[in-house]
């Protein structure tokens, strides 16, 4: 009886993780960067978030969003870039409920303030 318990439940039991997307830089906000905040910037590194869905019976209500997970990376962080993101999609089952989970890794830069801009006079 234990050794048709046991195997069931290893059926029932999966999870696997694939890497979902590697990329160099991200920023959704940023419309122009100055070199000024660029030379002054903090890099942070090692950050990491996801976006997760629950699952029933293999119905999946939603789709993790990458976009959810950049951005709670750079709200958890707040840094105003990820760059070196890796993202990973994972799926995890154990019957009747299971989690499909997109989790993020990057660095982060910080931008310094920009105080009524930069120009050439400052140097």
């Known amino acids: ?10 059926l029932l039991l999966n999870a696997c993780t694939s890497r979902f997307a590697e990329l160099g830089v991200v920023s959704p906000d940023l419309n122009q960067i100055e070199l000024k905040q660029l030379e002054q ?6 950050i990491s978030a996801s976006s997760t869905r ?3 019976l293999f119905f999946t209500f939603g789709s993790p969003s990458l976009e959810e997970a950049v951005r709670a ?3 958890l962080s707040e840094t105003d870039i990820l ?14 409920l299971g ?13 310094a303030p ?10």
Do not use: C
């Not at 009886?1 to 439940?9: A, D, N, T, V, Y």
């Open 54 to 56: 629950r699952t029933f």
């Open 114 to 123: 920009m105080f009524g801009g930069f120009n050439d006079e400052d140097n």
């Open 41 to 46: 910037a903090e890099y942070i590194k090692n």
């Open 1 to 10: 009886m234990f050794k048709r318990l046991f195997i069931l439940s290893i």
């Open 83 to 96: 760059v070196n993101l890796k993202a990973d999609r994972s799926f995890s089952f154990g019957f009747p």
């Open 73 to 75: 990376a750079l709200d």
């Open 99 to 111: 989690e499909d989970t997109i989790t993020i890794t990057a660095d982060g830069i910080k931008l």
